[in-house]
């Protein structure tokens, strides 16, 4: 998602300057961009069907909600992104510079728009509005309005998407460093540079705040107890501390070895150094989350990551304004180097998401456990698991072989040296 906005930006320039480096190396990404469309289909086609065959009751119960967003990612976004991203990749030669540049846009439109729809249906899980219960216990949608303007929208998404331009800036810059450092495809290697550092600092600064800000502050206003086992917080204190470092001990219900900022969780919080927050000592146990050190942990990793991306990208950035990063080695081997950071920092925001949500399937309607189909075995999940496991290792190792053949061709077209057959 973050890519399509790239390819975008490339064609938006090649559409104003008229400078066919900018179509080569639109068309380079959007090539990348189609490896990475396949398997997202291949393997988020799995996750649909597993609605219906492990979790059976949940989809039973809440399909007459969820059914409507799924379904608009698939009738609306997904073949508007699908059908354009074909035109984007083979119709150039039929269509002229603007018609093309429109393909370009409604694959970027599609993208977004599937973005939308997906956090709208798990907007909806972690704070189910517009809905009516039944005696029987199925959950009905009582206001289509309410389900796409959830209040817990807006920031969720805009802090997802972002978090998607970063990677894709980190990617484009990174391939950038790897051909400067090679001598290789170097004007192609400054353009992506140049474009993945401007446009990573910007959005790393904006995946800080106010979108991930705002984000914990839903977080801490509809799911408290979630907040307090983020940050290993177990008493209710007044200017509570923000822990940086520290192992969660459940038994004794403390932090150990802790490293935290005095009063400054309360702060971020509320906007008061003295404010209230409440620990898990303030919550029932079995409305805890059920892997605390799991949720602790992925939370700070995608802290500590988010934090050194924003000094990286901060860092290339004073090089590209200074005019030294292109022949600055260090700087191009960290660039390059923190390839798969942004993916291990998404991961980790999602793990966040979806195991600070337990024990609530829908929160505060569904427990987890009422939700799975009542014929599939614990041995038959495990069993299916590592069946999709082994696929999506080859799958994954198929993905690598093709991006990297793409990298290694190269955006520039093949240069005829005249040294043909004799």
Do not use: C
């Not at 399509?4 to 990404?29: M, Q, V």
């Not at 510079?97 to 970027?108: D, E, I, K, S, T």
């Not at 219960?133 to 959830?150: E, H, K, P, V, Y």
């Not at 408290?224 to 086992?229: G, M």
């Amino acid at each position: 998602m973050g890519l399509a906005l790239l390819i975008l930006i490339l064609k938006t320039i090649a559409l104003r300057t008229g400078d066919e480096h900018y179509n080569r190396a639109a068309r380079f990404w959007a090539r990348i961009f189609a490896i990475n469309f396949a398997m997202g289909v291949v393997t988020g086609i799995p996750m649909e069907f597993q609605f219906g065959t492990n979790w059976s009751r949940f989809s039973k119960a809440a399909g007459g909600v969820l059914g409507q967003t799924l379904a608009m990612e698939g009738v609306f976004s997904f073949f508007l992104e699908s059908s354009f991203l074909g035109v984007l990749l083979y119709g150039e030669k039929r269509l002229g510079p603007r018609a093309h540049w429109w393909a370009a846009f409604l694959v970027f439109a599609g993208s977004w728009l599937s973005g939308f729809f997906i956090i709208a249906t798990d907007a909806w899980m972690q704070h189910p509005v517009g809905y009516q219960l039944t005696q029987d216990g199925r959950i009905l949608l009582a206001s289509f309005s309410g389900l796409l303007l959830n209040p817990w929208i807006f920031w969720q998404y805009l802090h997802n998407m972002i978090g998607a331009v970063v990677t894709g800036s980190f990617v484009m810059a990174s391939v950038g460093a790897f051909y400067l450092l090679t001598k290789r495809n170097e004007d192609y290697g400054r353009t992506f540079v140049r474009l993945g550092v401007t446009t990573g600092i910007i959005s790393s600064f904006l995946m800080a705040f106010p979108t991930g800000d705002q984000q914990g502050k839903n977080i801490a206003f509809h799911q408290p107890p979630t907040l307090a086992a983020m940050e290993g917080l177990f008493e209710t204190e007044n200017g509570a501390p923000l822990a940086l470092i520290g192992q969660p001990d459940l038994e004794k219900r403390r932090l150990d070895n802790p490293v935290s900022v005095p009063r400054a969780l309360s702060f971020l919080t509320y906007q008061r150094w003295g404010a209230q927050v409440k620990g898990l000592n303030a919550f029932p146990p079995d409305l805890w989350p059920d892997n605390i050190p799991l949720l602790y942990y992925s939370y700070h990793i995608m802290v500590g990551l988010g934090t050194i991306l924003i000094g990286v990208m901060a860092l290339a950035a004073l090089g590209l304004w200074r005019g030294t990063l292109y022949h600055s080695t260090a700087r191009l081997w960290l660039l390059l180097l923190m390839l798969p950071f942004p993916y291990i920092a998404t991961t980790a925001g999602w793990i966040t998401a979806e195991v600070g949500r337990q024990p609530w399937l829908i929160y505060g309607i569904m427990r987890t456990p009422a939700g799975v189909s009542p014929r599939v075995s614990t041995g038959n999940a495990l069993f299916t698991l590592i069946g999709f496991m082994g696929i999506y290792t080859i799958l994954a190792i198929l993905f690598l072989f093709l991006v990297y053949r793409e990298i290694e061709e190269g955006p520039a077209p093949l240069v005829d040296t005249g040294l043909g057959e004799a």
